[in-house]
């Protein structure tokens, strides 16, 4: 009976045991530590399993608990919590998330690894993708536009529709070679940047940009590295969806004052040139032929994306659209479609595997860019668009009715040049840890791309020979990337901490292009389908070559580089920080005994804010110096460099058939070899009140040797040049950002920020008189762009305005132009200044008058938020650069300012006189480029939490940006901005068939269900 009994009370204690553990609901609330403001979607895990949960719009969350559970609060910028259910009754909790001092417990990409931002010894910035989602722009590059000191994002041609910026970091290291920066998108190496994500996507961008940050990319760093990671899905949450719609419109920002038809007939009456128009001509014609071609354009994005995932695994897909027309009406717009996803699986606590995939499809209509709006604007406003029954006037030329030419706004129309691109990609990666702390990871990309750009023009535009012609060109390549690493992460003894990675990379290019050329079909409906369909040749007189009708080339690009590299981190005392890197590249484009280079790199890091004689001092939150030096190289030239390459020539008869004549045009260099730059940077990271002010300065200096430089040789070689390692240049600046959160209350956060850098640029060395100082000689008439020892890279170098000749007198005993002489020159004309004093004005007279280079450049930034609304906005400038304004060199006898022309007996004028065409390239068309620009402001509202609830909706925010509303410049071009051939080493900073500038208003929704 006894026994019975305490087996009875055991069971009874049991089943009080197993009610106490039943499943309740707790609840809770998330708010910020600081501010008590609410904090939305919190992540809440029930450690050891696959339930979690995240907070609402309010903070608010409930998930089911046993006693015993542990949950885990994780939120991107704010220290991780965990709570236990004791069982004690209380399931309503209030969690209050501590803020991460200025995000130093954040983990930074670094380049096949991570740390936290605060164990940093190289120059790495942040951009967090949550400040790239109001900036409507089209690509990552645009974003980063006065984002970061020492990073140069400019539109060098203009914003035309599907347009890349230019982006150059802490200068040029190269005249031959490439600036560009290392585009690296979730590990794996982009040649062509991030034009595949959209702005939305993103989780963050680094940019690394000393050298102990980009060496362990060894061959590819020389430029710095962007690295750019995507938002990917979310563990143990129930799936999620987010929507962003948005459309906006596009104005000219400025046009030129043009002279009307009237005041044009009447300057051109005022010069001394006699009978200058067609008797037909009208002086009373006005025909704005640039308000002909331009409108309002429009663009429109799309952006969705679902996510979500278990305990083990997590998943998202992502899809958006992009449409842009052009300011130039007809034939000039661009559209763009992307679908990412991504998926990540524990398979088991020592393995984990993911797989990535996307594909892009671009369209492109280029028919109407820059060109097209600088002749519109180069037309005579006396010349009609339209004859009087509606059809296009051919009759273009002022001075005689009787030359008739195509109608430029008929060309526009008519014309086809379109272009699609298509990109695809798959990524997979396997990792294993096999002991807590060592991770082996395989990852693998393949990229297939094809490009097709087709044109036509029919006979009707062709006035002359009624014929028409057609041009078909298809690209394709496939890129493959193999990357494996061993990764070590261990603390010892807590004084101690070591982060280390050894790995290779396998990565190469295959490429193909077919084309094909014609003309003279028989039918305009054929298009570029039928391009074989055209006669071969046509013949002409038997003792002349034949014409070409018809043709078509192929080419084949294959390249391959091959890496192995390692880097050790290594903590002590938490204040202490080492980082040693290296990196040996083998390149298939460069020289046999020439193709492996080794790259190496050291760091230094002190925290002084650990130690005790600063913390006495109770001034930094956060205090770390950084020392580091490493070597970066580049074999950015083509793929057959070192290589002697034939070009066909003309037909020759041999034996009474036409045959192609090749000849080698570059010599073949055996001895090519990687470009080399070394780089040390000194840098401070300071905190102060609570980290809410933070600074960080950089001092560096840059080294480039073996650069790449083009040589001539003498005539007698046969041969025009050759590529060789014979230059030196140096880039040495300075980088300043101050940022900080001056007001952080309940309702009300202000955020501001600051950033300056300037950047010296030298060419050391050119391997002697021989190198080719001078390209596209031909391109602007007599300008030249040059490079010289001493000088920054592609100065511009020209004549020097001395006012105008006012009298015969003058003429007879001053210096007058070589070529035409005392007979030609003229009262009214342009006077150059006699540098050399030798009586005569030619080419030893030309001195250097151009500097494309900014003296500084700097961005001012801030967000002021009160509750439910948010302003932010975003001036950037650049100073002490200059522009060659060839546009109105071109438009000169066209342009409003010309109405005051120098006339006898007017006095001394600075405008020639009328009908001047003896203009040479001098510093009087060269101005100072500096300006400031309002880049974006956002205004934006969050939808009432309460009713959005009810509906389902986890959050609802619309809002307003503009794009460079405001520019303060003194500039008299469309855009201070603008470089005709960007930042390549030639003629940069020129002006002319630019695309025109344009301000910009958008209106968008985001919502998240």
């Given at each position: 009976?006894?026994?019975?009994?305490?087996?009875?009370?055991?069971?009874?204690?049991?089943?009080?045991?197993?009610?106490?553990?039943?499943?309740?609901?707790?609840?809770?609330?998330?708010?910020?530590?600081?501010?008590?403001?609410?904090?939305?979607?919190?992540?809440?895990?029930?450690?050891?399993?696959?339930?979690?949960?995240?907070?609402?719009?309010?903070?608010?969350?409930?998930?089911?608990?046993?006693?015993?559970?542990?949950?885990?609060?994780?939120?991107?910028?704010?220290?991780?919590?965990?709570?236990?259910?004791?069982?004690k009754g209380k399931t309503s909790f209030s969690v209050r998330l501590i803020g991460t001092a200025i995000g130093l417990q954040e983990v930074v990409a670094i380049g096949?690894?991570?740390?936290?931002?605060?164990?940093?010894?190289?120059?790495?910035?942040?951009?967090?993708?949550?400040?790239?989602?109001?900036?409507?722009?089209?690509?990552?590059?645009?974003?980063?536009?006065?984002?970061?000191?020492?990073?140069?994002?400019?539109?060098?041609?203009?914003?035309?529709?599907?347009?890349?910026?230019?982006?150059?970091?802490?200068?040029?290291?190269?005249?031959?070679?490439?600036?560009?920066?290392?585009?690296?998108?979730?590990?794996?190496?982009?040649?062509?940047?991030?034009?595949?994500?959209d702005p939305e996507d993103i989780e963050s961008i680094e940019i690394l940009k000393d050298a102990s940050s980009t060496a362990i990319y060894g061959s590819r760093g020389a430029g710095g590295v962007i690295i750019v990671t995507t938002k990917k899905g979310a563990k143990s949450t129930k799936p999620h969806v987010e929507f962003k719609a948005s459309s906006g419109v596009k104005v000219l920002t400025r046009e030129l004052e043009m002279m009307d038809g009237p005041s044009y007939y009447q300057y051109w009456m005022n010069s001394d040139i006699g009978d200058y128009f067609d008797s037909s001509i009208s002086s009373d014609n006005n025909y704005n032929w640039a308000d002909a071609i331009t409108q309002n354009a429009v663009e429109e994005s799309y952006f969705t994306?679902?996510?979500?995932?278990?305990?083990?695994?997590?998943?998202?897909?992502?899809?958006?659209?992009?449409?842009?027309?052009?300011?130039?009406?007809?034939?000039?717009?661009?559209?763009?479609?992307?679908?990412?996803?991504?998926?990540?699986?524990?398979?088991?606590?020592?393995?984990?595997?993911?797989?990535?995939?996307?594909?892009?499809?671009?369209?492109?209509?280029?028919?109407?860019?820059?060109?097209?709006?600088?002749?519109?604007?180069?037309?005579?406003?006396?010349?009609?668009?339209?004859?009087?029954?509606?059809?296009?006037?051919?009759?273009?030329?002022?001075?005689?009715?009787?030359?008739?030419?195509?109608?430029?706004?008929?060309?526009?129309?008519?014309?086809?040049?379109?272009?699609?691109?298509?990109?695809?990609?798959?990524?997979?990666?396997?990792?294993?840890?096999?002991?807590?702390?060592?991770?082996?990871?395989?990852?693998?990309?393949?990229?297939?791309?094809?490009?097709?750009?087709?044109?036509?023009?029919?006979?009707?535009?062709?006035?002359t020979n009624n014929m028409n012609s057609a041009q078909a060109t298809e690209y394709q390549s496939d890129d493959y990337e193999w990357i494996n690493t061993l990764t070590l992460n261990k603390a010892f003894n807590k004084i101690h901490s070591v982060n280390a990675v050894i790995g290779n990379t396998l990565e190469g290019r295959n490429s193909f292009t077919v084309g094909a050329w014609g003309q003279d079909f028989p039918t305009d409906n054929f298009e570029y389908w039928a391009i074989g369909s055209g006669p071969k040749y046509e013949l002409t007189d038997a003792s002349e070559l034949p014409i070409l009708r018809n043709s078509g080339w192929t080419s084949y690009d294959e390249s391959t580089l091959l890496s192995y590299f390692g880097r050790l981190n290594y903590t002590f005392l938490d204040r202490y920080l080492f980082t040693v890197t290296g990196r040996y590249d083998g390149a298939s484009q460069l020289a046999e005994g020439h193709k492996w280079a080794f790259f190496p790199s050291a760091a230094f890091a002190w925290r002084l804010s650990e130690e005790n004689f600063i913390k006495d001092l109770n001034i930094f939150d956060n205090f770390k110096f950084r020392l580091s030096w490493g070597r970066t190289g580049s074999q950015g030239v083509s793929n057959y460099a070192t290589l002697g390459l034939a070009t066909q020539g003309d037909y020759s008869l041999q034996n009474g058939v036409y045959k192609p004549v090749y000849s080698v045009n570059d010599l073949a260099n055996p001895n090519l070899t990687w470009e080399k730059t070394n780089q040390t940077d000194a840098g401070i990271d300071l905190g102060f009140f609570n980290n809410r002010l933070r600074v960080v300065a950089d001092y560096y200096y840059k080294y480039t040797y073996d650069m790449f430089v083009t040589k001539?040789?003498?005539?007698?070689?046969?041969?025009?040049?050759?590529?060789?390692?014979?230059?030196?240049?140096?880039?040495?600046?300075?980088?300043l950002e101050i940022s900080g959160d001056p007001v952080v209350t309940k309702s009300w956060k202000v955020s501001t920020g600051f950033n300056f850098s300037l950047n010296r640029n030298k060419i050391l060395y050119l391997g002697g008189d021989s190198y080719k100082v001078y390209t596209n000689k031909n391109s602007y008439g007599e300008l030249l762009s040059y490079?010289?020892?001493?000088?920054?890279?592609?100065?511009?170098?020209?004549?020097?305005?001395?006012?105008?000749?006012?009298?015969?007198?003058?003429?007879?005993?001053?210096?007058?132009?070589?070529?035409?002489?005392?007979?030609?020159?003229?009262?009214?004309?342009?006077?150059?200044?006699?540098?050399?004093?030798?009586?005569?004005?030619?080419?030893?007279?030309?001195?250097?008058?151009?500097?494309?280079?900014?003296?500084?450049?700097?961005?001012?930034?801030?967000?002021?938020?009160?509750?439910?609304?948010?302003?932010?906005?975003?001036?950037?400038?650049?100073?002490?650069?200059?522009?060659?304004?060839?546009?109105?060199?071109?438009?000169?006898?066209?342009?409003?300012?010309?109405?005051?022309?120098w006339t006898e007996g007017s006095g001394i004028q600075d405008q020639p006189s009328a009908g001047n065409e003896?203009?040479?390239?001098?510093?009087?068309?060269?101005?100072?480029?500096?300006?400031?620009?309002?880049?974006?402001?956002?205004?934006?509202?969050?939808?009432?939490?309460?009713?959005?609830?009810?509906?389902?909706?986890?959050?609802?925010?619309?809002?307003?940006?503009?794009?460079?509303?405001?520019?303060?410049?003194?500039?008299?071009?469309?855009?201070?901005?603008?470089?005709?051939?960007?930042?390549?080493?030639?003629f940069r900073g020129v002006d002319y068939n630019s695309y025109p500038a344009t301000y910009s208003v958008y209106l968008g929704v985001k919502v998240s269900f």
């Open positions: 009976m006894k026994k019975s009994f305490i087996i009875y009370v055991c069971l009874i204690l049991f089943s009080f045991s197993v009610f106490a553990q039943k499943t309740t609901i707790t609840k809770g609330k998330v708010v910020d530590d600081n501010t008590n403001e609410p904090l939305v979607g919190v992540s809440i895990l029930k450690e050891g399993t696959a339930t979690g949960t995240t907070t609402d719009i309010n903070g608010n969350f409930t998930i089911p608990t046993q006693q015993g559970d542990k949950l885990v609060f994780n939120y991107i910028g704010y220290d991780p919590q965990e709570i236990i259910i004791t069982g096949y690894g991570n740390v936290k931002k605060r164990d940093l010894t190289g120059a790495v910035t942040t951009i967090k993708g949550d400040n790239l989602v109001h900036l409507q722009v089209a690509n990552v590059g645009q974003a980063l536009v006065g984002k970061i000191p020492g990073v140069m994002v400019t539109s060098p041609s203009g914003e035309g529709p599907g347009s890349s910026p230019s982006i150059i970091i802490r200068g040029e290291n190269s005249i031959n070679g490439s600036n560009s920066p290392l585009w690296v998108i979730d590990g794996f190496t982009r040649s062509g940047g991030a034009n595949t994500i994306s679902i996510y979500g995932g278990s305990k083990d695994v997590n998943y998202k897909i992502t899809a958006d659209y992009l449409s842009q027309t052009g300011i130039i009406k007809y034939n000039n717009d661009y559209k763009r479609f992307n679908i990412r996803s991504y998926l990540d699986v524990n398979v088991n606590k020592y393995m984990k595997v993911g797989l990535t995939a996307y594909f892009q499809r671009t369209w492109k209509n280029s028919g109407g860019g820059g060109s097209n709006y600088q002749s519109a604007i180069e037309k005579s406003p006396l010349l009609a668009i339209y004859d009087e029954d509606g059809s296009y006037n051919y009759n273009m030329n002022e001075r005689d009715q009787s030359v008739v030419s195509s109608n430029m706004i008929e060309n526009l129309k008519d014309k086809i040049n379109k272009t699609q691109e298509n990109s695809s990609n798959l990524q997979a990666y396997i990792s294993l840890e096999p002991i807590k702390g060592l991770v082996f990871k395989s990852s693998g990309a393949i990229t297939y791309w094809t490009s097709k750009n087709q044109q036509f023009s029919p006979k009707h535009l062709d006035l001539n040789l003498a005539a007698e070689t046969g041969y025009g040049s050759y590529l060789s390692n014979d230059g030196k240049m140096e880039n040495k600046g300075f980088e490079n010289y020892v001493g000088q920054p890279v592609s100065l511009i170098y020209g004549w020097v305005y001395d006012g105008i000749w006012q009298n015969e007198e003058d003429i007879k005993y001053g210096a007058v132009d070589e070529e035409a002489g005392v007979s030609q020159t003229k009262p009214g004309d342009i006077r150059y200044k006699d540098i050399n004093n030798d009586g005569v004005i030619n080419d030893k007279d030309k001195i250097l008058i151009m500097n494309p280079h900014p003296k500084f450049s700097g961005a001012f930034n801030g967000t002021i938020a009160y509750e439910n609304i948010s302003l932010s906005f975003q001036f950037q400038g650049m100073f002490g650069h200059q522009i060659y304004n060839y546009t109105k060199k071109n438009l000169f006898n066209k342009l409003a300012l010309r109405k005051n022309a003896n203009i040479k390239d001098s510093n009087y068309f060269v101005e100072d480029g500096s300006y400031v620009k309002l880049k974006n402001v956002t205004l934006s509202y969050m939808l009432s939490k309460l009713w959005m609830r009810k509906a389902g909706i986890n959050q609802t925010e619309i809002y307003c940006t503009g794009k460079d509303l405001l520019t303060f410049t003194g500039y008299s071009g469309y855009n201070p901005e603008v470089s005709r051939n960007g930042y390549s080493e030639s």
